[in-house]
């Protein structure tokens, strides 16, 4: 039996008066890559946010039920959001490189966490290459390094937006729909270096392209109308849906 | 006739648009003619007035001859005490306005009142000086009550030019950092500054030349009609180039025509000078700038 690394319980989560989210039981198996489907205003984005608390940002979230990383909860009031999110990174749809250079957002996120340790310019540089070869663009950017990294093209933003995350070792990488403002080509670039990244990160992506589930996720699990439907291995769900509305999602009959 | 030929409509859509042009090219002229004036009379009529004695002397003979040095020295001080005063209290508000604040009805009220503020005429500020200043704080007529009084002047205007600056930072930016952990104050020092940080540098520049123009709040609060000697510590009076432009042009008889534009000639440049070192400053940072 797979460890879990997210674990949902009975969550609901509403905006204001509106329920997104109706006691949603989800596990997230550690190590895979589970793909979150399902038609527009599920829930599914809702859910990955959920996962590191990006939502309470807006200020009339409330949320009933436990949500669990690595068997803890996460949100209790102790929790504190720095080191959640240090362990939870997320990618949004939009590449967001910070206006630093191509080091600089590489290292942002482990200076922000690493507080007095002394790290040596060589550790630095060591960190940076290793992260960015997790994600394949060391080759492309190695002679680019002082270069601001928003004039990077959008693939390569993408991939960096990643590789950030990576020195300040996460659990879990929350992707949310991260080829979408991407061309063909550099999707399946994304795709690539996402498959590689398998066993070492726990990531949870949310997408509304099928065909990308189906080739680049081992786990997938299917929402509607803000339920958890339907969760298995991908070849399965795809193969064999259980429910009739996975069957009709996926076929193309809606969404 | 041909399918592309001009028809009468797009001869009037043609005048139209001369005319528009026109008009909007004649509303330019108008602008530039009165600056182009002003500088060509101050130019013609200022420059032999100038010279290395009347930047570095004192007046003499009733005001009517000598230099101006104590007036351009206590200009100086006055603008820089000035911006010590206003600039880290209006920066700090400004960045607690845009970036910590929540967004509520006292936040907008108080927003609202900073704008307004912007538009008290100064010679309110000045009797504000006055009282607060010179009379309540005990600091009598000086450089200090005077910088204070045009420090408070300027504040609502240093808040509203940096606001807009950190604002001008795409929200994207700290919402990246957020997600990675960071806090408000670690995303404001490495992410929001950096990339405003010549927005609010031009805005304050430009806002202290303002300042090194003002007559009506320094003249209750620290600047002298006359005081040929310069200034040693802040509790002093001062002369100051505005004031001493007003007292040769109206007070004193007998000035040669050349002094009071020489004075004024004197003053442009200064705040010339500090615009310029606010564009020069402003390019040199945008050029680190790229998003």
């Known amino acids: ?255 | 006739m041909s399918m592309f030929a001009e028809t009468s409509l797009n001869q009037r859509n043609r005048r139209v648009e001369w005319l528009v042009r026109a008009t909007f090219l004649m509303m330019t002229i108008i602008l530039i003619v009165p600056v182009a004036l002003i500088l060509g009379v101050l130019v013609t009529k200022g420059a032999p007035a100038l010279s290395w004695e009347f930047l570095t002397a004192v007046p003499r003979e009733g005001m009517t001859a000598g230099g101006i040095m104590p007036a351009l020295v206590g200009t100086i001080w006055i603008v820089l005490v000035a911006l010590i005063a206003s600039v880290p209290i209006g920066v700090a508000a400004a960045i607690y306005l845009s970036e910590y604040a929540p967004d509520n009805w006292l936040t907008r009220v108080i927003n609202l009142a900073i704008i307004n503020l912007a538009g008290v005429p100064s010679i309110v500020h000045a009797l504000f000086g006055l009282g607060a200043f010179v009379t309540f704080a005990g600091f009598g007529t000086s450089i200090l009550a005077a910088s204070l009084t045009l420090a408070v002047m300027t504040l609502p205007v240093v808040i509203v030019s940096t606001r807009e600056s950190l604002q001008s930072v795409p929200h994207a930016f700290r919402e990246a950092c957020w997600n990675m952990g960071a806090t408000k104050w670690q995303t404001i020092r490495r992410v929001v500054l950096p990339n405003s940080i010549s927005g609010i540098l031009t805005g304050v520049i430009l806002e202290v030349s303002r300042t090194a123009g003002e007559t009506a709040p320094i003249m209750f609060t620290g600047a002298a009609f006359f005081l040929p000697f310069l200034p040693q510590s802040v509790f002093d009076q001062t002369m100051a180039m505005s004031l001493h432009l007003y007292v040769v042009s109206t007070q004193v008889p007998n000035v040669p025509e050349a002094l009071p534009y020489g004075v004024a000639l004197v003053l442009i440049l200064m705040v010339l000078t500090m615009n310029a070192t606010s564009i020069a400053f402003r390019v040199y940072l945008r050029g680190k700038r790229k998003w």
């Open chain 1, 1 to 255: 039996m797979a460890e879990i690394a997210v674990e949902t319980r009975k969550l609901s989560l509403w905006y204001g008066t509106f329920q997104a989210l109706f006691d949603v039981d989800f596990r997230v198996k550690k190590g895979m890559i589970t793909s979150l489907i399902g038609p527009s205003g599920c829930g599914k984005s809702t859910l990955l946010r959920t996962i590191n608390r990006v939502n309470e940002r807006l200020g009339y979230v409330r949320t009933r039920g436990t949500v669990e990383v690595m068997g803890e909860d996460i949100l209790g009031e102790h929790v504190e959001l720095a080191r959640l999110r240090k362990e939870v990174g997320m990618v949004f749809q939009r590449p967001n490189p910070l206006p630093l250079s191509v080091r600089d957002n590489v290292l942002f996120s482990h200076r922000l966490h690493r507080g007095d340790t002394s790290v040596t310019k060589a550790d630095e540089e060591d960190l940076v290459e290793d992260a960015l070869r997790q994600v394949l663009l060391w080759d492309d950017v190695k002679d680019r390094l002082d270069r601001k990294a928003t004039r990077l093209s959008l693939e390569e933003q993408q991939k960096l937006c990643i590789a950030r995350l990576l020195p300040v070792k996460p659990t879990v990488l929350l992707m949310d729909e991260p080829t979408s403002a991407l061309d063909p080509k550099a999707t399946k670039a994304l795709e690539e270096l996402i498959w590689g990244l398998r066993g070492a990160y726990t990531i949870l992506i949310v997408t509304h392209n099928m065909a990308q589930a189906r080739r680049a996720s081992e786990e997938c699990a299917f929402m509607l109308m803000g339920k958890m439907m339907e969760v298995g291995p991908t070849d399965g769900l795809f193969l064999a849906p259980r429910l009739p509305e996975t069957a009709d999602y996926i076929e193309g009959r809606y969404g």
